[in-house]
Every structure is written in C-alpha cells, then in structure tokens.
C-alpha cells in the first residue's frame, strides 16, 4: 500500500515514506529523512533532514524530529513533545557540528509535552510522562515522571505500570493486565527468558 501524504503537506525529493504511512494536515518532510512502513505524524509535525524513523511509529501533533533524533520501530510520541539536538543553543552562534544523537529504542512511549534533551538514550518500551524532562539515559521498561524526570517504577511492554514483587522470589513481576513476566536483573528490568 502506498503512503498516505494529505495535500497541504510537502514532502522534500530525497525523502524516503514506506508503504502504508501516512503524512497529515502541513506536515513538512525533508530531504535525507528515513520514515518506515506503516507510521502515522499527525497535524503539523516536521521530520529533518538525515533523520530515521522506523516502523509503526505514531508521531502525534506539533512534533518537529530534529538532525541527530532516531526513532526505533513502535515509538509513540504524544502531541506537542519536544525533542532538542544543542545543549547550548544561540541564535548568533552556528551549532550545526554540535548536534547530539538522541536514540528512543523500540516501543517507548513519550507523553504529552515531555522534553527530551539531546544526547540521551531512552531504553526499549520506557514511559516518559505527559511533561516530564528527561536530560539523562533512561532504563528499558522505565516508568519516569517529573521535572527533571526520575524513574518512579517499571512499565510493562504492554504499557501497564507493574506493581509490587511476587512473594515467593521476591525479584520477578507479572503484569496483571497482559500476564507478561519479568526479572529485576542488577539494575534493569528484563522480560523472563531474554538475557
């Protein structure tokens, strides 16, 4: 199936849309960006040049993907999000050689109005909340909330926050929404069978 590009958006020659995406009302797509198959930028969104988004990627209102930002496949970003690419920007002053990668892993879900400060790297299925600031790297499975953003506990891959540990070991959760099982490693979270 062929991308969906609404008639009010431009998408630059050097763009590369995949099957079944859809681009909305004034979306603006530039020369060098990568959008896979199957993903959805809403109203008013701007994907840069030498971007890459992957597949099944849902990009919600007023959203700009600036140079640096790759998103992996099944990232959800929530209306108004702001991503940054400088650390100190000026107008007066040129950064371009200072752009930072920013990396948001598969299935991470990043509410409405967080900020995420370039050079991070947000671990596969986090959940940012609506508002937070994240200027750090964030654990797979993450749960984090507040200004600046910390982790108040662990998500699941279907997205329900996992509450309390199981009483006989202690070390293992179990999503009461979709069954899924996971272990508290060192510090991180894992789904039961992967290592």
Same mark, same amino acid.
């Given at each position: 199936?062929? *991308? $969906?590009?609404?008639?009010?958006?431009?998408?630059?020659? /050097?763009?590369?849309? /995949?099957? /079944?995406?859809?681009?909305?009302? $004034?979306c603006h797509v530039m020369p060098g960006a990568v959008i896979g198959e199957r993903s959805s930028l809403g109203q008013n969104v701007v994907v840069m040049p030498g971007t890459r988004i992957g597949n099944n990627v849902k990009i919600q209102n007023n959203v700009s993907i600036y140079e640096g930002v790759e998103l992996e496949d099944d990232v959800f970003c929530g209306p108004s999000m702001v991503f940054t690419n400088v650390v100190n920007p000026r107008s007066h002053v040129s950064r371009k050689a200072e752009y930072k990668r920013t990396l948001v892993r598969q299935g991470t879900s990043i509410g409405a109005n967080a900020t995420i400060v370039c050079g991070v790297e947000l671990g596969r299925y986090a959940f940012i909340g609506a508002g937070a600031v994240v200027s750090k790297d964030?654990? *797979?499975?993450?749960?984090?909330? /507040?200004? *600046?953003a910390r982790q108040v506990g662990w998500v699941c891959q279907c997205g329900e926050k996992l509450a309390g540990y199981d009483a006989v070991t202690g070390m293992r959760l179990v999503c009461a929404a979709c069954g899924s099982a996971y272990r508290i490693g060192a510090e991180n979270l894992e789904p039961e069978g992967e290592r």
């Open positions: 199936m062929a *991308p $969906f590009i609404h008639e009010s958006a431009y998408v630059d020659a /050097g763009a590369v849309i /995949g099957e /079944g995406t859809k681009v909305w009302h $004034f964030v654990k *797979p499975y993450a749960l984090m909330v /507040g200004v *600046p």
